[in-house]
C-alpha cells in the first residue's frame, strides 16, 4: 500500500503549482531517480487532503469592501430550500474595530443572536464553523446590488411591520409599502 501512495505523491508532485511552501520546496529538492520517502509522501498527501477541504469550503471572499460598509440594517434572505433567514446588520462601536459590522440572526421574536462580524475588507468572520446556509446569505447580501438588498429588506419589512435600516415600527403605509421609514429612506438615499 505505501509504494501506491509514493507513486500518487510523487506524480501530485510533478504536477503541482500552488501555494504551500512544503510542497514548492520539496519540488526544487526532489530527485525523481531517489524518489521521496515515507515521510515526505505522508507530507504530500497532507497537502493534498488540505486542497480537498480547502475546495470544499464555501467562497467567504466578499467581492466590495465598499458595499459590506453599506450593509447596515435588517433583512430577510431566502434560501434555496425557502427557508427564511432574517439577518441584522450593525456597526461596530468605536472600540478600535471602527470598520466592523455586527452580524445576528434572528431566532425568535425580537431575539437575535451574534453569528459573526464583517471586517474591514468586506469578508464574513463567522462565530462558528458549520453555518453554511447563514455564511451563504451573508454572501449574498455583501455581493448583492442595492436592488437586491432593498428587496432583501422590504421582505423582512413586510414580515414584521419594521423599518429594515433602524428596526422601527412602520405605520404609515408608504413607508410600509417602501419597508423604510422616512429616516431610513434618508440614510439609503444618501
Not at 465598499?66 to 440594517?73: D, K, N, T
Not at 462565530?127 to 432593498?150: T, V
Request: charged fraction near 25%; hydrophobic fraction near 35%.
Amino acid at each position: 500500500m505505501d509504494q501506491y501512495l509514493r507513486a500518487y505523491a510523487e506524480d501530485f508532485l510533478c504536477d503541482y503549482s500552488g501555494p504551500f511552501p512544503f510542497l514548492n520546496d520539496l519540488q526544487r529538492r526532489w530527485n525523481p531517480r531517489v524518489g521521496l520517502s515515507k515521510a515526505q509522501a505522508r507530507g504530500v498527501m497532507n497537502c493534498v487532503l488540505a486542497e480537498v477541504k480547502k475546495a470544499r469550503r464555501p467562497n467567504r471572499v466578499a467581492p466590495q469592501a465598499e458595499a459590506a460598509r453599506q450593509l447596515v440594517g435588517t433583512y430577510t434572505v431566502i434560501d434555496v430550500l425557502g427557508e427564511h433567514r432574517t439577518l441584522r446588520f450593525t456597526k461596530a462601536s468605536d472600540n478600535g474595530r471602527g470598520n466592523n459590522t455586527w452580524v445576528k440572526l434572528l431566532i425568535g421574536p425580537d431575539n437575535y443572536m451574534y453569528v459573526g462580524y464583517i471586517n474591514g475588507q468586506g469578508s464574513f468572520k463567522p462565530k462558528r464553523e458549520n453555518q453554511y446556509l447563514i455564511e451563504q446569505a451573508i454572501i449574498f447580501l455583501i455581493s448583492a446590488d442595492q436592488d437586491a438588498r432593498n428587496e432583501a429588506g422590504m421582505a423582512y419589512a413586510l414580515e414584521s411591520g419594521n423599518c429594515f435600516r433602524c428596526g422601527r415600527q412602520l405605520t404609515v403605509p408608504a413607508s410600509i409599502h417602501r419597508g423604510l421609514g422616512p429616516d431610513g429612506a434618508v440614510r439609503v438615499a444618501a
